[in-house]
């Protein structure tokens, strides 16, 4: 199989995400209307008369609480381990494993300075290894996993960030090196699938440079760039602006690999609303590039990239509090130009079941699709299938609350094997999320 010229990269980072691609921290309700960005899975604090079951940390939150309880001082070291199988189909079967290390940490500056609205600075940092490269075996377009990388060590985001409370709602921005999924594309009830286009949607942030670097930052590349954000009671606002240069994602980069070119922009407007007391939101945005593209139809570059995408999450069932018991999304996406987008449609959705057995009210259920059309011009140049879609099925297990066991079933419905011939292939894996 010819292999695609664009680059699928997923996030994570846990909802911050990464999902992506840290620690995930599943949400029982949609965002109050704040699309502020918080480190995932950090200590939260507070955590001193909690038992260790309770915890979501095992024992950075505590040392903490502890040591400095008002130092505004946010610490994350996180370990992600998984197990992948190829049981049928695709290119061959076989097992691999990886093992991504997260270290990050968020600083109040007002607090040890006793002053307000000074803001906080971050920074977040992994190291991603891997038996062998699991997409080689599979031949799809998405990968079972969104924390796949380059084997390294790599600085992820840096940035400050300050927020404000004024009559017209909450305003703030964050300025440094990051990602752009971290603040755009996301829904919270797609952040438990593993597999990587429930993250980064493939056809607004999947396309490379013509001279193979990645277009559009997400994980595990982030690059310069600034967004600032408005929340109100029901809308919000987010726009970003960013370096057009993002890297590759090789062993040797480090996390600033990457040149000063070209400018990609951002936007996203958001609606929170409730329908018979049932809290949704609604998402539209997109992005433009300035730099420049492979055209496969013609071999040349061409300049500027454009997308759009939406996105819905609703709650159907929720509890006497009002936490979300059964909720779903769906999101869809369009990049119209197909001699450049290597993805130039796509779609998912998704069902959340929160708390599925008695008595274990931190576990999640989740079904969830999602189906990638190729450009046209990609398919006739490099032979491609239009379609590739994909059904995973996985259930979120909170052992404690910094110890969490995910396994999932996923199953690709167009892959391609050695000798080019569409097969269905079946994909078994399971994560193991430890948290510091």
């Not at 429930?198 to 396309?207: E, L, S, V």
């Not at 300035?290 to 990239?305: A, I």
């Amino acid at each position: 199989m010819k292999r695609m010229k664009l680059k699928i990269i997923f996030a994570t980072c846990a909802i911050l995400t990464a999902s992506g691609a840290f620690a995930q921290e599943q949400k029982a309700n949609p965002p109050s209307g704040d699309p502020s960005v918080r480190i995932p899975g950090k200590a939260s604090g507070g955590q001193d008369n909690l038992g260790w079951a309770e915890r979501d940390s095992l024992a950075i939150g505590e040392i903490i609480d502890k040591c400095a309880p008002d130092s505004g001082f946010s610490p994350l070291l996180t370990w992600t381990g998984e197990q992948w199988s190829n049981l049928s189909g695709g290119i061959e079967t076989g097992t691999s494993w990886d093992s991504l290390f997260t270290l990050g940490f968020e600083q109040d500056i007002s607090k040890p300075a006793k002053l307000n609205n000074l803001g906080s600075i971050g920074l977040s940092a992994f190291y991603y290894a891997e038996s062998s490269a699991f997409d080689d075996k599979l031949g799809a377009y998405s990968s079972p996993s969104n924390i796949f990388s380059g084997e390294m060590v790599r600085v992820f985001e840096i940035f400050y960030k300050n927020e404000f409370e004024t009559e017209f709602g909450n305003i703030g921005f964050r300025v440094g090196q990051l990602a752009a999924d971290e603040d755009f594309m996301g829904m919270d009830y797609a952040d438990i699938f593993l597999n990587s286009s429930f993250g980064a949607i493939p056809a607004n942030a999947g396309d490379s440079l013509s001279n193979g670097t990645v277009a559009f930052s997400q994980y595990s590349l982030a690059t310069l760039g600034a967004v600032a954000y408005w929340g109100g009671e029901k809308f919000d606002a987010t726009a970003g602006v960013y370096n057009g240069d993002c890297g590759e994602d090789v062993s040797g980069n480090h996390g600033f690999d990457y040149g000063l070119q070209n400018v990609a922009v951002w936007y996203q407007f958001g609606f929170n609303y409730a329908i018979s007391g049932l809290s949704g939101r609604a998402i539209l945005g997109g992005n433009y590039h300035s730099g420049k593209f492979n055209d496969y139809r013609t071999g040349l570059t061409e300049r500027n990239f454009y997308s759009f995408y939406v996105g819905v999450q609703q709650d159907f069932i929720t509890d006497s509090d009002g936490s979300a018991i059964l909720g779903g999304f769906a999101r869809a996406a369009w990049a119209p130009d197909e001699n450049i987008a290597g993805c130039t449609k796509y779609a998912d959705c998704g069902i959340n079941w929160f708390g599925p057995i008695p008595g274990r009210s931190g576990d999640v259920f989740a079904l969830g699709y999602s189906v990638i059309e190729t450009g046209r011009g990609a398919r006739e140049t490099d032979g491609l299938k239009r379609w590739d879609n994909m059904i995973e099925v996985t259930y979120r297990l909170q052992l404690t609350g910094a110890i969490a066991l995910q396994p999932s079933f996923q199953a690709y419905f167009n892959t391609v094997d050695q000798n080019g011939r569409t097969r269905a292939a079946y994909v078994t894996g399971a994560r193991l999320e430890v948290n510091f």
